[in-house]
């Protein structure tokens, strides 16, 4: 299944079961927050399709300093967001841009490398 079908799913059923799954899991107070979680699917299996994708190419340091800039960049927004009082929305958006900048940089780094010599 693709990152784009999982998160599409994702987006039906939060509307409809986002309530029962949050309760399940005992986090009804994110219930609220359920419109981010198709959107980190999507980022975070784009990552991982990009990344398995790089290590067969044997690109391990690009791999190496996107984990860096993902850590980095995650951090900060889930830091800037904790002390805007964004609440438990600023560690799952932190989450989901920790997983897309991810994204970015291989898709970034894949391109300029398979571009015009």
């Known amino acids: 299944m693709s990152a784009a ?10 509307p409809g079961f986002g309530q029962t799954f949050f309760a399940a899991i005992g986090q009804p107070a994110m219930q609220p927050h359920g419109w981010l979680l198709p959107f980190g699917i ?4 784009s990552y991982a399709a990009l990344q398995f994708w790089s290590t067969r190419k ?27 009082g964004a609440g438990p929305v600023g560690l799952m958006l932190g989450h989901a841009l920790m997983a897309g900048a991810g994204a970015v940089n291989l898709a970034r780094r894949h391109g300029a490398a398979t571009g015009p010599r």
């Open 5 to 14: 079908s999982a998160a599409a799913l994702a987006a039906l059923l939060v």
């Open 42 to 45: 999507w980022l975070a299996g």
């Open 58 to 84: 044997k690109r391990f340091p690009t791999i190496a300093r996107t984990r860096m800039m993902q850590v980095g960049s995650g951090l900060t927004a889930q830091l800037g967001l904790g002390w805007a």
